[in-house]
């Protein structure tokens, strides 16, 4: 049920006033947020028509207000920007993550792959000798393990985690002087 009745008092710097209602009881809590987004700030002395109900402190108050000879439109719900600007500000760090998330497991793939053994210092032949040696990949890592460059280049061929090639290039034990 609506009411009518009239601002008597009102704080614009709180927000906050009352209204006296036409059959002069007594003053009823308003807040700011009660009247129409439509930006008319709330004047003293003006006749507005409202509903009641009881606040969170128990009391009742004016809520819903309208102005007389204003055009009553659907209520708004009330939007916040910071709802969609939170779920915007959400958004950006995911991405980021996700995207250096792809690109350390394309790091790691890349890692996994073998790299192909082209040195023009090595005649086929010295290629071919080292196939036709039994070498096995027996958990030897390093240049020190190994007895001969051929062995070193199957090595870092074919068995995984060697340690033999320091700058990628396929030339295993570039530094040893004993090869």
């Keep these: 049920m609506r009411i009518h009745g009239t601002l008597k008092k009102w704080n614009d710097?709180?927000?906050?006033?009352?209204?006296?209602?036409s059959n002069?009881?007594?003053?009823?809590?308003?807040?700011?947020?009660?009247?129409?987004?439509?930006?008319?700030?709330p004047r003293i002395g003006e006749v507005v028509s409202f509903e009641m109900r009881s606040g969170p402190d128990g009391k009742m108050r004016a809520v819903a207000i309208q102005r007389p000879g204003a055009a009553t439109a659907a209520r708004q719900p009330r939007r916040t920007v910071t709802s969609s600007k939170r779920?915007?500000?959400?958004?950006?760090?995911?991405v980021i993550v996700l995207g250096l998330l792809g690109y350390a497991g394309y790091k790691f793939f890349i890692s996994l792959q073998p790299i192909p053994f082209s040195n023009p210092q090595f005649s086929a032949t010295q290629v071919d000798q080292a196939k036709h040696q039994n070498f096995k990949c027996d958990g030897r890592q390093h240049c020190s393990d190994m007895n001969s460059r051929a062995e070193a280049e199957y090595f870092l061929r074919n068995c995984p985690d060697t340690k033999m090639d320091g700058d990628h290039d396929g030339v295993p034990c570039e530094n040893d002087s004993r090869f």
């Design 87 to 94: 779920s915007s500000i959400a958004v950006v760090p995911m």
């Design 24 to 41: 002069n009881e007594k003053e009823i809590f308003v807040h700011i947020s009660a009247f129409p987004r439509d930006g008319t700030r």
């Design 13 to 21: 710097s709180r927000g906050f006033g009352f209204i006296e209602t």
